[in-house]
């Protein structure tokens, strides 16, 4: 079964839209693991759009408690900046179950392209290390189609997360042949040792397709569709909804 990692990036953006403690950010996490989720994903950014500091260590303190694993997404290039203390400082203190790296940037709304490995292959070798090091198992962003998986085995990547956000686009457009591109790629990584993980854009009306094109996923990571369901589900029934589409 295709493990459901929530991510609660959103839960904290209508938080700090009030300055306030609520909604909280833990309780809807805690509310996820006890509905069945797999795993929680933060996003945390140096602008402190959403995800604090004080979030990832909070996260993950009830992981580790709930026995759910922790993904935390962000890019290793970006410095430390006021009271972000950059990515590879919040994964040492935290040590997640896996940290997914991804080439974002503060003019970016959300991520929306994968990792070129030809231009970033070398910068990124000693944050894998590190990464492995600290017992961190590490998954990249990339494109479906993407040229550079023999560079990402090279660099000792343990999984790839497909950027679903054009199979999503074409899905709503009433065309579902773009998960064929995914589809490849995935067969391709599998073929070199590399897992597969995805997520982007990824709902209750285009996951089923999506994983019964794309077999073999083993974690999709979803936060936007996910909690803008959960407003008028439940987040709750939401996450047990995405459940059984992944049991399916």
Not at 18 to 24: D, F, K
Not at 87 to 95: C, G, N, Q, V
Request: hydrophobic fraction near 40%; proline fraction near 5%; charged fraction near 20%.
């Amino acid at each position: 079964m295709t493990s459901l990692s929530v991510n609660v990036n959103k839960i904290a953006v209508l938080r700090n839209s009030r300055g306030s403690a609520e909604p909280s950010v833990l309780k809807a996490a805690e509310t996820a693991i006890a509905a069945g989720a797999h795993g929680i994903t933060v996003h945390p950014r140096p602008d402190q759009r959403h995800i604090t500091p004080a979030d990832v260590d909070a996260l993950a303190q009830l992981c580790r408690k709930q026995g759910a694993e922790y993904n935390i997404e962000g890019n290793p290039f970006a410095p430390a900046r006021g009271d972000y203390p950059g990515l590879m400082a919040l994964i040492e203190r935290t040590r997640p179950t896996q940290a997914t790296l991804v080439p974002d940037g503060d003019g970016q709304i959300t991520s929306d392209h994968g990792f070129d490995l030809h231009a970033d292959g070398a910068r990124l070798q000693p944050y894998v290390q590190q990464l492995h090091d600290w017992g961190v198992r590490v998954s990249i962003f990339m494109d479906a189609g993407t040229p550079d998986l023999a560079l990402a085995k090279g660099l000792g990547i343990d999984r790839i997360e497909l950027y679903t956000g054009p199979y999503a686009e074409a899905f709503a457009h009433g065309d579902s042949s773009a998960a064929a591109a995914c589809a490849r790629t995935a067969a391709e990584a599998r073929v070199l040792g590399i897992g597969v993980n995805a997520g982007h854009d990824l709902n209750q009306a285009n996951l089923g397709v999506f994983l019964s094109t794309v077999p073999s996923v083993l974690e999709v990571s979803i936060g936007h569709a996910l909690i803008g369901e959960a407003l008028y589900q439940g987040l709750e029934t939401t996450v047990r909804n995405y459940l059984a589409i992944c049991r399916a």
